[in-house]
């Protein structure tokens, strides 16, 4: 397993520090567990990029890690009465989304994908969600809003890998299949 690989599994296992401590305190532990974790998916994709180790485990578990961390955070704000629960049940709809069609893809044609600038877009606003989230124990009331703008974000990217996907699959546009 690449070092890459590690790293990814490293945020996996930072979830339930960041839920713990987010939920049950102190709020600073959460936050640090939170941003190690996210730390570790900037490090990881660097790393697997420049020692050119890229795998196909990489490339599940990487978003399956982020998936993880993010959902597990929105939950536990939830949990805490800073954001709707059907917000968290909105952002998690095209997650699940995401993941089938990455599941098909494997399934049908052995692909599996990399992230594009859509999805890389989504992250990046969503990270600044969680960020405001934390950021709103000290006073900062952008919280929910980066939420909302993380939710129509991640639906946004939704989309579009939902068109890739059927722009790529074999009886899409008339064309037979295996």
């Known amino acids: 397993m690449t070092l890459a690989n590690w790293l990814t599994l490293a945020r996996?296992?930072?979830?339930?520090?960041?839920?713990?401590?987010t939920l049950r305190g102190p709020i600073l532990g959460g936050f640090?567990?939170?941003v190690?974790?996210?730390?570790?998916?900037?490090?990881?994709?660097?790393?697997?990029?420049?020692?050119r180790e890229v795998t196909p485990l990489g490339k599940v578990l990487d978003p399956l890690a982020?998936?993880?961390?993010?959902?597990?955070?929105?939950?536990?704000?939830?949990?805490?009465?800073?954001?709707?629960?059907?917000?968290?049940?909105l952002f998690a709809v095209p997650q699940a989304g995401l993941g089938v069609g990455a599941l098909y893809l494997y399934l049908a044609q052995k692909a599996v994908g990399s992230a594009g600038i859509?999805?890389?877009?989504?992250?990046?606003?969503?990270?600044?969600?969680?960020?405001?989230?934390?950021?709103?124990?000290?006073?900062?009331?952008?919280g929910d809003e980066l939420f909302f703008a993380a939710v129509a974000a991640?639906?946004?990217?939704?989309?579009?890998?939902?068109?890739r996907l059927l722009r790529a699959t074999p009886g899409a546009?008339?064309?037979e299949g295996p």
């Open 36 to 51: 190690l974790g996210w730390a570790t998916d900037l490090l990881d994709g660097y790393l697997a990029r420049s020692r």
């Open 154 to 163: 991640n639906f946004l990217s939704a989309l579009h890998y939902l068109a």
């Open 66 to 89: 982020d998936k993880l961390l993010f959902l597990g955070v929105f939950s536990v704000f939830s949990v805490r009465g800073e954001i709707p629960w059907w917000g968290v049940v």
């Open 173 to 175: 546009r008339g064309e």
């Open 118 to 142: 859509p999805g890389k877009a989504a992250a990046g606003v969503t990270v600044l969600a969680v960020l405001g989230l934390y950021a709103g124990s000290v006073g900062f009331t952008l």
């Open 12 to 21: 996996i296992l930072s979830l339930p520090a960041a839920l713990y401590f």
């Open 32 to 34: 640090i567990a939170f």
